[in-house]
């Protein structure tokens, strides 16, 4: 039994680069449940042993403390979802139109096409001004996405259909005896992981299926695995996985 993905659970929306780099938070238009333990797919106390090499493991590819930062920015959002807003309601000046594409300046010259606009953040922030206080969750390193960045491949790799079926598929075989799996989704963003958990928690979506700010705000999920891939200079494809310690 594994993860099984279709191409109308992943969208992956055009990547378009001009003279700045540009690059686009990718939602899940046509996101489901995946029958496979409620896998639902989207396109957000520390384990001790994970504290303890936090500065053992940093590569180009794999920044432990960068994944840490987001870490704390969804616990920020989840401990009081209204501390945000005020963020969020600073983020619309931030949006620009350019050549009949909305975006999100990111800064560093990266930029995010939105589906929405100012809307999604207005949206947002009501919706987020009726929340309530959720327990913290817990960074956990057997959710962790194990990826292999040795080999030499095109960085557009690391966000296709192909790519997150396999990681999916190879994370669920490896703990689906420990573990429930709650969520997943990724994002492409820039380095600043604070926009990044702005864009997740507003999460564009054209079709309003907002699973990744459901993963965020599950009241029900304990842990979460954070990684990420440098796909460009400022640009990051994060990718987070939700679950739950079986119980025995």
Same mark, same amino acid.
């Given at each position: 039994?594994?993860? #099984?993905?279709? !191409?109308?659970?992943?969208?992956? #929306?055009q990547i378009f680069k001009e003279e700045?780099? @540009?690059?686009?938070?990718?939602?899940?238009?046509?996101?489901?449940?995946?029958?496979?333990?409620?896998?639902?797919?989207?396109?957000?106390?520390?384990?001790? *042993?994970?504290?303890?090499?936090?500065?053992?493991?940093?590569?180009?590819?794999?920044?432990?403390?960068?994944? =840490?930062?987001?870490?704390?920015?969804?616990n920020k959002i989840r401990i009081n979802?209204?501390? &945000?807003?005020? !963020?969020?309601?600073?983020?619309?000046? !931030?949006?620009?139109?350019? $050549?009949?594409?909305?975006?999100? $300046?990111?800064?560093?010259? %990266?930029?995010? /096409?939105?589906?929405?606009?100012? !809307?999604?953040?207005?949206?947002?922030?009501?919706?987020?001004? @009726?929340?309530?206080?959720?327990?913290?969750?817990? /960074?956990?390193?057997?959710?962790?996405?194990?990826?292999?960045?040795? *080999?030499? %491949?095109?960085?557009?790799?690391? =966000?296709?259909?192909?790519? &997150?079926?396999?990681?999916?598929?190879?994370?669920? #075989?490896?703990?689906?005896?420990?573990?429930?799996?709650?969520?997943?989704?990724?994002? &492409?963003?820039?380095?600043?992981?604070?926009?990044?958990?702005? /864009?997740?928690?507003? $999460?564009?979506?054209?079709?309003?299926?907002? @699973?990744?700010?459901k993963n965020i705000l599950n009241r029900?999920?304990?842990?979460?695995?954070?990684?990420?891939? *440098?796909?460009?200079?400022? &640009?990051?494809? =994060?990718?987070?996985?939700?679950?739950?310690?079986?119980?025995?």
């Amino acid at each position: 039994m594994g993860c #099984e993905c279709s !191409k109308k659970e992943i969208v992956k #929306e055009q990547i378009f680069k001009e003279e700045a780099n @540009t690059n686009r938070s990718i939602n899940s238009r046509n996101s489901k449940n995946i029958n496979n333990n409620n896998f639902l797919i989207s396109d957000n106390t520390l384990d001790s *042993n994970f504290s303890k090499d936090i500065k053992k493991k940093n590569n180009s590819f794999q920044n432990t403390n960068l994944a =840490y930062q987001l870490f704390e920015c969804i616990n920020k959002i989840r401990i009081n979802p209204m501390s &945000i807003i005020e !963020k969020i309601e600073m983020c619309k000046s !931030k949006i620009i139109e350019k $050549d009949n594409k909305i975006l999100f $300046d990111c800064g560093n010259n %990266v930029y995010s /096409l939105l589906n929405k606009g100012k !809307k999604a953040f207005d949206d947002c922030i009501k919706y987020l001004s @009726t929340q309530i206080s959720l327990e913290p969750i817990e /960074l956990n390193n057997d959710l962790k996405i194990n990826i292999n960045t040795e *080999n030499e %491949v095109e960085k557009e790799y690391y =966000y296709s259909l192909e790519f &997150i079926e396999k990681i999916l598929k190879q994370k669920f #075989e490896s703990i689906k005896n420990e573990y429930d799996i709650l969520g997943f989704h990724y994002d &492409i963003c820039s380095n600043n992981t604070e926009i990044s958990s702005i /864009l997740q928690i507003v $999460d564009d979506d054209i079709e309003c299926n907002y @699973t990744r700010r459901k993963n965020i705000l599950n009241r029900n999920v304990k842990y979460v695995g954070i990684s990420f891939v *440098n796909i460009k200079d400022n &640009i990051i494809c =994060y990718y987070l996985l939700f679950g739950n310690k079986k119980k025995i």
